[in-house]
T-cell receptor, first 120, second 109 residues
């Protein structure tokens, strides 16, 4: 158990709908990262928040948005869902705001168990 | 989106055999990471590499940071059934991680 929790575990919805995925980071972690993993694919970085502020942005669609709340939990909102949005969505958390640079300690990310989204 | 190339994509091996997999990129990274993902779980960090040429071990796992900083290798010695899973490499690019496409390992007892 990484200490990162994600709800729900499974979500089935229809095209055009909107869903919200929730993530609670490990106790003491200030950063939350969201990733998308499509079938048989690696993880695609979507977005990172640190202490409530957006820190880094990856390949996140305009139909997707996220936020981190004062209690540090985060939500990923997916709207106007399409069939291709079906995937595993992972949340990860870390203590620091950014990964370490060469030669320094790595600001390890701890991953949650994921939310499996199925769009029909 | 950008991804790293991992090979092989999948492999079946006999228990007790050694395993090698690699990850290549067209970009230079300052940090390389190797993760393992079990079915229904999130990835778990196995090894982190910070310097070109660095060789790091974690039990039966050994990983190397390529001297060109564009590749990395993971070796598993004397594989056991619980080594089954998907192994991902990741490279650190500015403030985000770029993940590999994964190597699916299946161990035959």
């Amino acid at each position: 158990d990484s200490g990162v929790t994600q709800t729900p575990k499974h979500l089935i919805t229809a095209t055009g709908q909107r869903v919200t995925l929730r993530c609670s980071p490990r106790s003491g972690d200030l950063s939350v990262y969201w990733y998308q993993q499509s079938l048989d694919q690696g993880l695609q970085f979507l977005i990172q928040y640190y202490n409530g502020e957006e820190r880094a942005k990856g390949n996140i669609l305009e139909r997707f948005s996220a936020q981190q709340f004062p209690d540090l939990h985060s939500e990923l909102n997916l709207s106007s869902l399409e069939l291709g949005d079906s995937a595993l969505y992972f949340c990860a958390s870390s203590v620091g705001p950014a990964p370490g640079t060469s030669g320094s300690s790595y600001n390890e990310q701890f991953f949650g168990p994921g939310t499996r989204l199925t769009v029909l | 989106g950008q991804q790293l190339n991992q090979s092989p994509q999948s492999m079946f091996i006999q228990e007790g055999e050694d395993v090698s997999m690699n990850c290549t990129s067209s970009s230079i990274f300052n940090t390389w990471l190797w993760y393992k993902q079990d079915p229904g779980e999130g990835p778990v960090l196995l090894i982190a590499l910070y310097k070109a040429g660095e060789l790091t071990s974690n039990g039966r796992l050994t990983a190397q940071f390529g001297i060109t900083r564009k590749d990395s290798f993971l070796n598993i010695s004397a594989s056991i059934p619980s080594d089954v899973g998907i192994y991902f490499c990741a490279g650190l690019s500015t403030y985000k991680y770029i993940f590999g496409t994964g190597t699916r390992l299946k161990v035959l007892a």
